[in-house]
Nanobody, 111 residues
Framework: QVQLVESGGGLVQPGGSLTLSCAASGSIFRLTTVAWYRQAPGKQREFVARITRGANTLYADSVKGRFTISRDNAKNTVYLQMNSLKPEDTAVYYC?????WGQGTQVTVSS
């Protein structure tokens, strides 16, 4: 069993930055791929980024060059550094590990 808790969301102006955190319980977390997804109002949940056990990363085209995913296995935490935020980045951001999901954290980009 894995419990995932996201934090770090909030309101930010276009061009600003936020760092999301996903803290996990359970030893499997550091042994597997962890991903971030997001869901905007009225839209389907979409993939944002993922990081493997070996720290290989993959990004959606829409965030490539602006977002950075990283992990600290000692802290059982995965981060999503988001820079140059745009209004279209507004969504609830979810952390995913295997079949487990967090409750989500709201990111709103607006002036």
């Amino acid at each position: 069993q894995v419990q995932l808790v996201e934090s770090g969301g909030g309101l930010v102006q276009p061009g600003g930055s936020l760092t999301l955190s996903c803290a996990a319980s359970g030893s499997i977390f550091r042994l597997t791929t962890v991903a971030w997804y997001r869901q905007a109002p009225g839209k389907q949940r979409e993939f944002v980024a993922r990081i493997t056990r070996g720290a290989n990363t993959l990004y959606a085209d829409s965030v490539k060059g602006r977002f950075t995913i990283s992990r600290d296995n000692a802290k059982n935490t995965v981060y999503l550094q988001m820079n140059s935020l745009k209004p279209e980045d507004t969504a609830v951001y979810y952390c995913n590990c295997e079949l487990f999901w967090g409750q989500g954290t709201q990111v709103t980009v607006s002036s």
